[in-house]
């Protein structure tokens, strides 16, 4: 898996570092991760970083595209490494999140009854509800 990152990161142009490769890590094994989460654990893992450092790579991983970041209606940003085009699925009370692959056939997933000339590439769609623990506690 590193020699993938390693690759991904000099194929975006960007320089390959211990922090840039640990919070892609993260993300890989801590899908839709909140900035503050990915931090406490690259920390963990390679020891000091500043919150600021994990923002500004959070953002340029994006922008480049290695990365993509939602955010849910009422939730702080989130950020996983999967790229393709799927949805989520959120739980109103404790916002555990998952994903659930396109709801129908390729991308973009939905057809807009009205595209208004818009050439759609992407449908982005958030399920909600109560995630089995949560309904427990109801």
Known sequence: ??????EALKGAGLQVTAQRLSIY??????P????????EKVKAEIGSISKQAVYDTLNVM???GLIRKIQPAGSAARYEHRLDNHHHLVCRK???????DCAVG????LEA?????FKIDEAEVIYWGLCPSCQKLQ
Not at 1 to 6: D, H
Not at 32 to 39: G, N, R, V, Y
């Open 94 to 100: 404790c916002n555990a999140t998952h994903d659930i």
């Open 32 to 39: 839709h991760a909140m900035a503050d989460e990915i931090l």
């Open 113 to 117: 009854e009205k595209d208004h000339g």
């Open 106 to 109: 390729k991308a973009p997933c």
């Open 1 to 6: 898996m590193q020699t993938e990152i390693i």
């Open 25 to 30: 890590k993260t993300l890989v094994n801590s």
């Open 62 to 64: 994006s922008e480049k």
